[in-house]
């Protein structure tokens, strides 16, 4: 039986990771021959939980083309933000709750893309539907990814089906949610060490926004302070980043765990769009984007309709 890869996005964030990690056990105890990668380093968030539940990492790769034939998207399906020769192999599955865009292929496939905060609500589900016993350790990194995703059920993008689903989760892992996801946003939230190009890359994700090259980075910070005092620095990283690839517009939003509010810089011509979207004025590239923490549901929709008129 020929092996499938499962993986995530570039510059994978929590569900990424465990959302590849859950659906290969899954398709294992189906009698499947799959392996999870990834397609990036792992933040210190998913670090956390991966050794909270002790589960080894995924390997990394960066092209799929050169192992096998067949591959399984989870947490993303547009192709921008996918393995490098994503277009050389088949894609068999997508289990995602993104927006569908710049996606399509030669076969038929499976393909569910559901409106619910996290990848892994989805994965629990279908885990039930197969009639498959969700394990301490698999129970315990997909509400890892409920929680990342969620930023602890703050977010817009948070359903009732993820909260029950990580209330689940949470009790056949054998942790507090809201204690165990603190702990791990925090972990997190501590990027003191990182470098401007780190900060940018951390989870960051392409975007064609109608005739627009867009990227947008987010970071969670326990205050913004700490990475304001770095602007300088992170405007000429973002400056480079723009040349280098293209882009329109580069967004770095940080985004402010406990209060729940993120600050934004805007580099690239088409950096007055953030403005027309947000009803904001950026004040040397910076705003305050007050009540936002959602980059799928509060970022990329609104950017999109302006970039798009």
Not at 186 to 191: E, H, Q, R, T
Not at 241 to 267: M, P, Q, W
Not at 281 to 292: E, F
């Amino acid at each position: 039986m020929e092996k499938i890869l499962i993986f995530g996005h570039k510059n994978p964030d929590t569900d990424s990771i465990c959302s590849a990690l859950v659906y290969a056990d899954l398709k294992t105890k189906l009698g499947e021959n799959v392996e999870a990668v990834r397609l990036g380093e792992i933040n210190g968030e998913t670090e956390y939980a991966l050794k909270h539940f002790n589960v080894a990492a995924p390997r990394e790769v960066s092209t799929v083309s050169n192992e096998v034939d067949k591959v399984i998207l989870v947490d993303h399906n547009e192709r921008q933000q996918s393995a490098d020769d994503i277009e050389k192999v088949q894609v068999m599955e997508v289990i995602d709750h993104h927006r569908i865009a710049n996606f399509e292929t030669s076969d038929p496939l499976y393909f569910r893309a559901e409106p619910v905060g996290c990848t892994a609500t989805i994965l629990k589900r279908m885990y039930e539907e197969n009639g498959v016993e969700i394990e301490k350790d698999i129970a315990g990194l997909a509400l890892s990814a409920i929680i990342s995703d969620s930023l602890l059920f703050k977010s817009p993008t948070c359903t009732e089906r993820d909260v029950q689903a990580a209330r689940e989760l949470a009790e056949i892992a054998g942790v507090n949610p809201e204690e165990y996801g603190m702990d791990m946003l925090k972990a997190g939230a501590d990027i003191s060490d990182k470098t401007a190009e780190e900060l940018l890359s951390l989870d960051a994700k392409p975007f064609q926004m109608g005739q627009a090259k867009v990227e947008i980075a987010q970071v969670n910070a326990i205050g913004v302070e700490d990475v304001l005092a770095r602007k300088a620095e992170i405007e000429e990283a973002l400056e480079r980043a723009v040349e280098d690839r293209g882009l329109d517009l580069f967004l770095f939003v940080v985004t402010d765990i406990l209060t729940n509010d993120s600050t934004a810089i805007a580099h690239g011509r088409a950096a007055k769009s953030v403005e027309q979207a947000f009803n904001v004025s950026l004040d040397q590239n910076q705003c305050v984007l007050k009540g936002v923490v959602s980059r799928k549901k509060q970022i990329v929709p609104t950017l999109t309709e302006a970039l798009s008129k």
